[in-house]
């Protein structure tokens, strides 16, 4: 069998030289804890080479991520500096497998927080909220897995962008969204679509942390779920999300 550091290096591999993988559950049972415990060996793996942790990111929390991908719970993932994108920036298509981009609302967080907490005790832990793109890159073959293969591969983070900082007292609990790709609105949603109320995920957040015995720390960047589905990256394409009232967050992609 499969030792889970063995599993760990297979898919930090994989992320590491974008190679496609098969699914893990194709060939073994894989339990929801154990998926977890992949994904902090494989991103402490990241973390020896040098990258530093720099927050979280929830996963499916809207129903159009969910159907999108065919799982249906809420789900998180660990961001390292080397995943951050500057505004405005270039990623290359050659570091990634096939890479989509979903428009995302971003929280920074000013104080700890861990466990079952109230929306109020979330927001009160806010420092800022920014538009955010998150570049999402599932290293399994045709981008398809299983809730435990998602969770083991850290939820397919790759890259995130932010925008500019607004101040958490901002109403941004139902704004129109914009995603374009050259120029041509590809998605359209609300950050509403993220469980009701983006600051749902940061509950939500809180709360699965502290199962994994961490918490949310001051400085923390917390990503809360794509508000529509994910779009897919080609090489050549500028992508630019407007965020209704916080402005709007952008990238281009470079081939190879
Ligand atoms: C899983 C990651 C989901 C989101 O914002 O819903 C996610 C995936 O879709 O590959 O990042
Ligand atoms: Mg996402």
Redesign the pocket.
């Known amino acids: 069998m499969h030792s889970l550091a063995a599993l760990a290096e297979f898919v930090d591999t994989a992320a590491k030289m974008a190679t496609e993988i098969p699914q893990l559950t194709d060939t073994m049972e894989l339990g929801i804890d154990d998926a977890y415990a992949v994904q902090a060996m494989s991103v402490a793996r990241r973390l020896a080479r040098g990258e530093r942790r720099v927050g979280m ?6 129903r159009a ?2 159907a ?2 065919g ?1 249906s719970e809420v ?1 998180w ?1 660990r961001l390292t500096d080397a995943m951050r994108v500057e505004e405005g920036g270039v990623i290359r298509m050659g570091a990634y497998v096939h890479p ?1 981009v ?1 428009p ?1 609302i971003a929280f920074l967080m000013k104080a700890p927080l861990a466990g079952e907490v109230s929306n109020a005790e979330a927001l009160a832990a806010v420092a800022a909220v920014a538009p955010a793109l ?1 570049i ?3 290293r399994y073959k045709n ?1 398809k ?1 299983a809730l435990a293969d ?1 969770i083991a ?1 850290n ?3 790759s890259g995130f962008v932010l925008g500019n900082w607004a101040k958490p007292d901002t109403a941004f609990g139902n704004l129109g969204i914009i995603l374009e790709a050259d120029g041509r609105p590809v998605q359209v949603g609300s950050s509403a679509a993220i469980l009701g109320h983006p600051i749902r995920s940061l509950v939500a957040a809180a709360r699965m942390v502290a199962r994994a015995g961490e918490r949310l720390e001051p400085g923390d960047i917390v ?4 508000a529509t589905a ?1 779009h897919p990256l080609a090489a050549g394409m500028a992508v630019r999300a407007t965020f209704q009232t916080l402005g709007s967050v952008g990238f281009s992609v470079a081939a190879a």
């Open positions: 990111k929830m996963g499916l929390t809207s991520k969910m999108q991908v799982v789900i993932g989509r979903e995302e998150e999402i890159d599932s981008f897995f998602v591969d939820s397919s983070s990503l809360a779920g794509g994910a």
